[in-house]
């Protein structure tokens, strides 16, 4: 079965500065899908950022990138330019490429801070 | 975009009693929906696969008979909360997708409160 690890509970940022969450993941597949979830208080689920195992280049979302470590199971978010609105807790998540279930695995998320 | 609509937002219901849930996909066919629960300051733990027109996959250690889902059809799928206690307390989420590779849409959940 796949893991999803986040080892960091809880982050802090100022505005307008740059912050990195780690992401680490266990599988055996070759192919399969990393997401990035953003849960502000609405507790509304919110996809910030996709990426398939099989493309080499790093997604990129606007102010949110990721580092993809394909051989070092690692899928981190970065967040440029930090805002106010990007408080929230945000999850990782692995979804796997085939199987007729195709779900959606999550580690225990990192709640984000962001200071004035 | 695509929409999931969940209903109730919020619903207090006394031990015992049985509680539904409904999760709608506003404006697509939904083949799978996927439940969930998150427990406070905890992640969201997947508690059932539904497709539409066949029986629920059910993770381990979720009690199928006391949280049954419907998938009766393609923009409805619904949880019932059977003889709800007050360890069901919990906010539930659903997600919908028209098809395999198709993104994941959630709803905005449902804060249980079992008295």
């Known amino acids: 079965a796949q893991t999803v690890t986040q080892s960091q509970p809880e982050m802090s940022v100022q505005e307008a500065e740059t912050v990195t969450l780690s992401c680490t993941y266990d599988?055996?597949?070759?192919?399969?899908?990393l997401f990035w979830y953003k849960q502000p208080p609405s507790r509304q689920m919110i996809l910030v950022i996709r990426?398939?195992?099989?493309?080499?280049q790093n997604a990129t979302e606007n102010r949110f990138s990721v580092n993809f470590q394909k051989a070092a199971k690692s899928f981190s978010l970065k967040i440029s330019d930090s805002q106010l609105g990007d408080a929230a807790m945000y999850f990782c998540?692995?979804?796997?490429?085939?199987?007729?279930?195709?779900?959606?695995?999550f580690g225990t998320g990192t709640r984000l801070q962001v200071t004035l | 975009g695509a929409v999931v609509s969940q209903h109730p937002s919020w619903v207090i219901c006394k031990s015992g009693t049985s509680v539904k849930i409904e999760c709608r996909s506003l404006?697509?066919?939904?083949?799978?929906m996927f439940w969930y629960r998150q427990f406070p300051k905890q992640s969201l733990m997947l508690m059932a696969t539904?497709?539409?027109?066949?029986?629920?996959?059910?993770e381990q250690g979720v009690e199928k008979d006391k949280f049954l889902i419907n998938h009766a059809s393609l923009t409805l799928s619904t949880l019932t909360v059977t003889s709800a206690h007050p360890e069901d307390s919990s906010f539930y989420i659903c997600?919908?997708?028209?098809?395999?590779?198709?993104?994941?849409?959630f709803g905005n959940g449902t804060r249980l409160t079992v008295t």
């Open positions: 404006d697509f066919q939904a083949t799978t």
């Open positions: 990426q398939e195992a099989y493309k080499q």
């Open positions: 539904s497709n539409e027109g066949s029986k629920a996959t059910y």
């Open positions: 998540a692995y979804r796997s490429f085939t199987g007729t279930a195709s779900k959606l695995t």
């Open positions: 599988t055996s597949e070759s192919d399969y899908y």
């Open positions: 997600s919908a997708r028209a098809l395999y590779n198709s993104p994941l849409h």
